[in-house]
């Protein structure tokens, strides 16, 4: 009988563990969305860090949506990967990156 009260204990206390703690969650600002694509445009951004803002939602900032979904076209028909310069995206990429940061720069969010 103690055995089945302590492991009800412990079963009930890891169940109040999870309940009470909420699954982490990454949500990127103006200001990483701008690092993010400064870092592009001079060579040290990582493919992880830019499979991260392709993927990410901007729900708790929609004007940033919009930018996204210019990053991900460009991404289709610039982007290189990973090359020996550090740059992920052809020249072409580059300016147009280079234009969505001047955008981005302008806006309130």
């Known amino acids: 009988m103690v055995v089945f009260i302590v492991s009800l204990l412990i079963f009930l206390s890891v169940i109040a563990v999870l309940l009470w703690v909420k699954t982490p969650h990454y949500q990127m600002s103006k200001g990483d969305v701008v690092r993010l694509l400064q870092k592009v445009l001079v060579g040290q951004a990582s493919e992880n860090d830019w499979a991260i803002f ?3 939602s901007f729900r708790h900032c929609p004007e940033l949506e919009p930018l996204r979904d210019i990053c991900a076209a460009i991404d ?6 990973h090359t020996r310069s550090g740059f ?3 020249e072409s990429g580059l300016v147009q990156i280079r234009e969505v940061l001047k955008q981005l720069e302008q806006m309130d969010c």
């Open 54 to 56: 392709l993927s990410s």
């Open 76 to 81: 289709e028909k610039e982007y290189l990967g």
């Open 88 to 90: 992920l995206f052809s």
